[in-house]
């Protein structure tokens, strides 16, 4: 049995005793904004929080000096790049405005293979003790059989490179629980998954990001300054997010790239849900084969066939309330 109380949540159970704390985005893009929150809190107990990100920006304009290693590259906020998407540089310049540490880690994207060695090399850099994937959306909870995986590629290689590290606490979370349905996920299937995980004593709870909070005052300013900076690809999924810590409801569009499409938000989508991440992967029914990979386009292609290759995923059905 667990030493869970619910005076503490157990996110921060599993955190009490880390005092160096990677939090990383699982799936590219603007992911690592999900961790904003948690970063903040985080700080706020006195621990040693660093950010890093798997990115889709175009590293290969960053200078040599900024490459800790193969696969993995320090950001800050004059690090050159794509002027109309850099994540990363986007977060570390806001981060700057903030007077906090500038500095924003980045992977390319990759196989397994590669992302865990990259993975490994910042783990020893900066002697952290407890590393946390963070997921905008919930694809990265989701196992395999289901009818609609989201876009697991980024996910999923994070999730395996993180796996197979060891002398460190392995977390998974998750936020903005219902903005994969426009991607295919059955929600029902994320809370059957967790109520698995909660069988084996690996589901660590659900926790809204409180309102009117430091940790929700930084999050909606850093997603605000992306917006602005990053004009042509605003994050959807962050967007949706903020909108719902602001009491938001319904269809609400913060960017025109959301046009066309009916949204619904609403309060969960501002709740963490958080998970022990060694449990999580080894439900994930076809993340063995993903070991041997090198590229993302290698990743793409076994998840393909995976997929191809069910008999019978689980059917989608409505969460009935």
């Not at 395996?160 to 426009?182: E, K, M, P």
């Not at 900076?229 to 959301?258: C, K, M």
């Not at 938000?265 to 709740?271: Q, T």
């Not at 290759?309 to 409505?318: D, G, L």
């Amino acid at each position: 049995m667990s030493s869970y109380r619910l005076a503490e949540p157990p996110l921060f159970t599993r955190l009490r005793h880390a005092s160096r704390v990677l939090i990383a985005g699982a799936g590219g893009g603007f992911d690592v904004y999900g961790g904003v929150p948690l970063a903040v809190a985080l700080e706020g107990l006195g621990k040693k929080v660093h950010l890093a990100n798997l990115s889709f920006s175009d590293l290969r304009r960053t200078p040599i000096d900024d490459w800790l290693a193969p696969g993995v590259a320090a950001i800050g906020p004059e690090t050159v790049g794509n002027d109309d998407y850099f994540p990363e540089r986007t977060l570390a310049r806001w981060l700057a405005s903030t007077d906090r540490e500038p500095t924003v880690y980045a992977f390319p994207k990759s196989g397994v293979r590669p992302l865990r060695s990259a993975y490994r090399a910042l783990v020893d850099h900066l002697n952290v003790d407890a590393l946390v994937l963070i997921d905008g959306g919930t694809d990265i909870l989701l196992r395999g059989d289901e009818a609609g995986l989201g876009t697991p590629q980024e996910d999923m290689t994070s999730l395996a490179a993180v796996a197979g590290l060891d002398d460190l606490d392995r977390l998974v979370v998750s936020v903005g629980f219902g903005i994969d349905a426009y991607h295919g996920v059955c929600h029902a299937h994320v809370l059957e998954n967790l109520a698995a995980l909660q069988r084996r004593n690996a589901y660590l709870g659900a926790l809204s990001i409180p309102p009117g909070s430091p940790e929700s005052d930084a999050y909606i300013a850093a997603v605000a300054h992306s917006l602005a900076e990053t004009p042509l690809r605003p994050s959807i999924v962050h967007s949706q997010i903020a909108s719902a810590l602001r009491g938001e409801f319904g269809d609400v569009h913060t960017t025109d790239r959301t046009d066309g499409t009916q949204l619904f938000v609403n309060p969960l989508m501002a709740i963490y849900l958080a998970v022990d991440l060694p449990t999580l992967a080894s439900t994930v029914e076809y993340l063995p084969l993903l070991e041997v990979t090198d590229h993302a386009y290698q990743v793409a292609q076994l998840i393909e066939a995976h997929l191809t290759s069910r008999p019978h995923p689980r059917p989608s059905s409505p969460i009935p309330h």
